[in-house]
């Protein structure tokens, strides 16, 4: 099984460059979230996701933007790329409220 | 509502020791509780989950955790510590059933072990 699948793994991006975050999870879940982590801290939620077609904004949403147009799919858009985005990101996926999230292997994204 | 608080941000031990990792949580709805590993540069694995089962929980690499409803608390063991254990670890909180759709995780405690 592949489970939840992050891409890229690492990606260096200049200031006010636009790039996508590929996440997609091959387990029917429903929810989907993404996260980022930045050094030494937890994890702060991004947006998240409760089905195909709907989308909510979670604590750090500002500078992203997705879509869920399918249930597998939920891509991280970042526009205009700026430092304070340097971070790793973590899409994440579950059945259901409850049931055990699974995470990707991350994404390490550096903006210079 | 429902919250997560890791009680400490680093704990160290000797190999060979006991590791104990304490988390207290809060919510509105019938919790379930997660314990979650990261080795460094490396993705959020589970460790052992509570869902409202038995109270005493077995994980992976001999971890246990047990959720005491009257003290909040969902603290995480080990008997004895190996080197391979350093890691962050996160404790994780969601309703059971309904209520919020956003896991709730703590701040992580990294867990350092000495030779």
């Known amino acids: 099984n592949a489970g939840v699948t992050q891409t890229p793994k690492f990606r260096i991006l200049k200031i006010g460059q636009s790039m996508t975050l590929q996440c997609t999870q091959d387990?029917?879940?429903?929810?989907m979230y993404w996260y980022r982590q930045d050094p030494g801290m937890g994890l702060k939620l991004i947006y998240y996701?409760?089905?195909?077609?709907?989308?909510d904004k979670g604590e750090v949403p500002n500078g992203y933007n997705v879509s869920r147009s399918t249930t597998e799919d939920f891509p991280l858009r970042l526009e205009l790329a700026a430092p304070s985005q340097t971070s790793v990101y973590f899409c994440a996926s579950t059945r259901s409220s409850g049931n055990t999230i699974y995470f990707g292997e991350g994404s390490w994204l550096t903006v210079v | 509502a429902q919250s997560v608080t890791q009680l400490d941000s680093h704990v160290s031990v000797s190999e060979g020791t006991p590791v104990l990792l304490r988390c207290n949580y809060s919510?509105?709805?019938?919790?379930?509780l997660f314990w979650y590993v990261q080795h460094p540069n490396k993705g959020l694995q589970l460790l052992l989950k509570?869902?409202?089962?038995?109270?005493l929980v077995k994980g992976i690499n001999g971890f246990e955790a047990e959720f005491k409803k009257s003290e909040t608390s969902f603290h995480l063991t080990k008997p004895s510590a190996h080197m391979s254990d350093a890691a962050e670890y996160f404790c994780v909180v969601t309703p059971s059933s309904g209520g919020s759709y956003i896991p709730t995780f703590g701040r992580g405690t990294s867990l350092i072990v000495h030779p």
């Open positions: 919510s509105s709805y019938s919790p379930s």
């Open positions: 996701s409760v089905g195909a077609g709907i989308t």
């Open positions: 387990m029917n879940h429903n929810y």
């Open positions: 509570y869902t409202s089962a038995a109270t």
